[in-house]
């Protein structure tokens, strides 16, 4: 029954649109709406078998469907899968189609597998919609690869797959994992550029290692650098710094900034508990990584107002006992316990912390004889407001 099912196969076009095909046991149905169901009896799937016409699956739907279904077919002439709906896992490894096929607007939703799968000529996935994984291992693009305004659902998988004719991913719906590992030969740019993200999708992670990227355009803006395989650490700075230099050689600057933050966070983390507790934390909020250096100015800004603050009950002390500075009266009375007293003293306070906090030497005439001995506790304050100043207009 098997050869007088397939004899048909080689010899005409093959229309399966709008059918059903359901997997029961080891048995395939397939039916249609206003038909009675056909069975076809110990006949798994499609395997190894050669379709030399055209195959009409338009529309149709595919239900629990074994592995192997397409495995190792060959379609020599056209195959379209447009509209069609994978409702499991669906396995096209190592087919051949040597004419144009399209899966225009199809629905995968289940895992689906085209590994080692050779497109010769034009493949079309233009508006497929995804809602789990896509898998291209090792596949070959002769021709047209088309992916527009296709919507990924987890994860989409091109490792170790070549590129001959041009990939078209305008519009598309990044899926949370995009893995584009050992892709090395690439003919015409693939421009992900113009990718979207799904809503509440912060970026998708995409993996890099062993790429091209000499023919990749990626927007950090939509992505973070994946390692799935948790490669070791020289390989990992190897693929951020040929993307900085990608980045950098196209202009696309913010991109830059945005993932030379990123490597400088991961080679602290990975050169000792001094780097990445302190250096990082340092780096980070004192002027993110040198790409915020107005956080510099905001931060010499609050530390003046915050010891100003402190210095509001230390001001008669540190001027009787430590420094004074001539042109600023000494206070005899405390002046915060009068409201009205308050603003000019406090503008006389601040006008005091910010000569020592801003100002780039200090008069060693001015020390009150004794200080040190007298008064360490607060010396060393006074010392720590102008060393703090000095710092902050050092990186200022």
């Not at 607007?105 to 994984?133: H, L, M, P």
């Not at 509440?200 to 950090?220: H, R």
Request: charged fraction near 20%; aromatic fraction near 20%; proline fraction near 2%.
């Amino acid at each position: 029954m098997l050869l007088l099912f397939l004899i048909p196969l080689s010899v005409i076009a093959q229309d399966f649109s709008h059918r059903w095909f359901i997997n029961v046991g080891d048995e395939y149905w397939y039916q249609n709406e206003d038909t009675a169901c056909r069975n076809i009896q110990g006949f798994r799937g499609y395997s190894i078998v050669t379709f030399k016409c055209p195959v009409n699956f338009k529309g149709a739907l595919f239900r629990e469907v074994a592995s192997g279904f397409f495995y190792k077919s060959k379609f020599n002439s056209t195959a379209d899968f447009s509209d069609a709906t994978f409702d499991s896992s669906f396995y096209f490894d190592s087919v051949t189609f040597h004419s144009n096929v399209s899966f225009f607007r199809a629905k995968f939703d289940s895992n689906i597998f085209f590994r080692q799968v050779n497109f010769k000529r034009y493949a079309s996935f233009k508006e497929v919609e995804s809602y789990a994984g896509v898998s291209f291992t090792e596949s070959i693009f002769d021709s047209t690869l088309d992916f527009r305004n296709t919507q990924f659902g987890l994860s989409a998988n091109f490792r170790g797959a070549t590129f001959k004719g041009q990939a078209i991913f305008t519009g598309i719906k990044l899926p949370k994992y995009m893995d584009f590992s050992y892709v090395t030969n690439i003919s015409f740019p693939i421009d992900l550029t113009l990718s979207r993200l799904h809503e509440e999708q912060k970026k998708c992670k995409i993996a890099l290692l062993g790429t091209n990227m000499d023919k990749i355009k990626i927007n950090m803006q939509l992505f973070d650098l994946w390692f799935p395989d948790n490669p070791p650490y020289d390989q990992q700075v190897s693929v951020y710094e040929r993307v900085l230099k990608k980045l950098k050689d196209e202009g696309f600057m913010e991109s830059y900034k945005i993932l030379d933050i990123e490597y400088q966070q991961v080679k602290y983390q990975n050169s000792g508990w001094f780097n990445h507790y302190i250096v990082n934390t340092f780096q980070r909020y004192w002027w993110n990584y040198q790409y915020s250096k107005e956080y510099v100015l905001r931060w010499g800004v609050g530390l003046w107002i915050l010891f100003s603050l402190i210095n509001l009950k230390l001001y008669r002390n540190l001027t009787d006992h430590v420094y004074a500075i001539n042109f600023l009266e000494k206070l005899q009375n405390d002046h915060t316990d009068n409201i009205k007293k308050l603003i000019p003293y406090s503008f006389q306070v601040a006008t005091y912390t910010a000569i020592i906090f801003f100002g780039l030497k200090m008069n060693l005439v001015k020390f009150e004889v004794g200080a040190v001995r007298l008064h360490p506790w607060l010396f060393l304050y006074l010392m720590v407001i102008y060393i703090v100043g000095l710092v902050c207009l050092g990186f200022i």
